[in-house]
Every structure is written in C-alpha cells, then in structure tokens.
C-alpha cells in the first residue's frame, strides 16, 4: 500500500484504533477514499519511482523529496564497489540504514508526480472516517451523507467544470 494517498498507520491514528483485526478494511477504505477523491477532482494522483545517491553516508540520510510515501530498497556500495541490498526503516523522508562506513547507498523510493496538498489528505481521512462509522446498510432511516467539509476541502482542486 506504499503508493496510496494514506498509509495505513495515519488512517488507524486518525480512527484512533490501535489494533490489527480490521488492517484489511481500512485498507480498502484508504484505496476507496483516493479513488473517490481523484473522480472528484479529476487527477490522477500519479506515482513515480525514484532514486536517490548519497556518498559517504551517515546512518540517517534525508531523502530530498519531502512527499516519499515508500522506500522499494535501499542499496550500498562497499570498497570493491560490489552492491549490495540493506535493511533500512522510513520515517517521513528520512531514512535510517545499517551499513556503517560505505561510499555511498542508493535509495530507490516512490512519491507522488504532484505533491499532495494537506487539505485533500484531510479529506481523505475524513472520507474514511464516514465510511468506517457507516458501514452497516444504509437506509432512508439512517442515511449519513458525506461530511460537507469534505466536498469544501476538494473543491479548490477540482479539474474543469461539469
């Protein structure tokens, strides 16, 4: 799920729900909540892979895109200039690895083409909350519309005119 809007983590923080037994719904909820947004505001919310090289590396290397959403593998490079594949763990744009003393690692990581505006991640989240909360059958009796501020938060980003 690394090339979606939301992680998993920040959709159970937002829902404030600290176990697993419902990772696969709320995954689902995430793919929803996207596939909704891009339909609203006609975008693609493309994902790209790239790749960053950072010679003579502390443990922590900062990863100059500010919107990584997942690292694919983190490689080094020892003094025979034989490659090799890392463990390593993402927090934001930094990534922490545990190859001491090499010449240099290469971080191979997705972002989004565009950067993803804070207010259609709110939106999302907000999305995900309203169909994790009414999830039951829907009737005329307990019918809950989406939340307005969603449609407020992704106005400004729409694409074109009906």
Known sequence: MS?????LQEAKTYLRIDHNAEDDYIKSLIITAEEHIKNVTRSSLKVQTR????????????IPDGNVIGVKKV????????????KAIRNGNEVMHTAPNVP????????????IPEPLKQAALLLIA???????????????EIPFAFQSLVAPYRKGFF
């Open 75 to 86: 490689m080094a490079v020892d003094d025979n200039g034989i490659p090799f594949q890392i």
């Open 130 to 144: 309203h169909l994790y909360e009414n999830r039951g059958v829907i009737t005329d009796t307990s019918a809950n």
């Open 3 to 7: 090339n979606q809007i939301l992680t």
């Open 104 to 115: 240099y690692i290469e971080i191979t990581y997705d972002v989004y083409d565009d950067h």
């Open 51 to 62: 790749t960053h090289v950072e010679e003579n590396p502390e443990n922590k290397v900062t």
